[in-house]
């Protein structure tokens, strides 16, 4: 099986300094999401000339990445890996995908394998199982909540 080649080669970053745009690109995300990431706490610095936008040192990003590692749970592994220098970080990251997190059902103490498992067994919609578990509360009235890894 072929790996999944980042589109950046390192002699591409200049100075370990991106801008949101190029951040967005490497991580295969919306420039949205990366100026999201700024209001959590990203760091970002002015650039090198007045006309450059401001930049994010990757340095910074694999430290902010650690602290929020459930911001970037839809990141390819691989990819993610490849900015931050961390594969054990990838590989939590990927872990915590909400279609591959068991799922416990709090009221029966019952735990599933996922949400369309706990959906299935239960007669109720994936949809609003999800949504309920996002939003913590009730679907058909059970009390759910995923099971993190540690």
């Given at each position: 099986?072929?790996?999944?080649?980042?589109?950046?080669?390192?002699?591409?970053?200049?100075l370990d300094r991106l801008n949101k745009s190029q951040l967005a690109k490497l991580l295969g995300v919306k420039v949205a999401r990366v100026q999201y990431w700024f209001t959590k706490g990203l760091?970002?610095?002015?650039?090198?000339?007045?006309?450059?936008?401001?930049?994010?040192?990757?340095?910074?990003?694999?430290?902010?990445?650690?602290?929020?590692?459930?911001?970037?749970?839809?990141?390819?592994?691989?990819?993610?890996a490849y900015a931050t220098g961390d594969k054990e970080l990838?590989?939590?990251?990927?872990?915590?995908?909400?279609?591959?997190?068991?799922?416990?059902?709090?009221?029966t103490g019952k735990r599933y394998a996922g949400i369309e498992d706990a959906a299935k067994s239960n007669f109720i919609s994936g949809g609003a199982l999800s949504l309920a578990l996002k939003q913590g509360r009730k679907c058909g009235g059970f009390e759910w909540r995923f099971e993190v890894p540690a």
């Open positions: 099986m072929r790996q999944h080649q980042p589109q950046w080669q390192q002699n591409d970053l200049q760091i970002f610095t002015p650039g090198a000339t007045p006309s450059s936008s401001t930049v994010v040192k990757l340095s910074d990003f694999a430290t902010w990445a650690k602290s929020n590692v459930r911001r970037l749970h839809s990141i390819d592994r691989d990819l993610l990838a590989d939590r990251a990927a872990a915590l995908r909400p279609y591959r997190c068991p799922v416990i059902n709090i009221t």
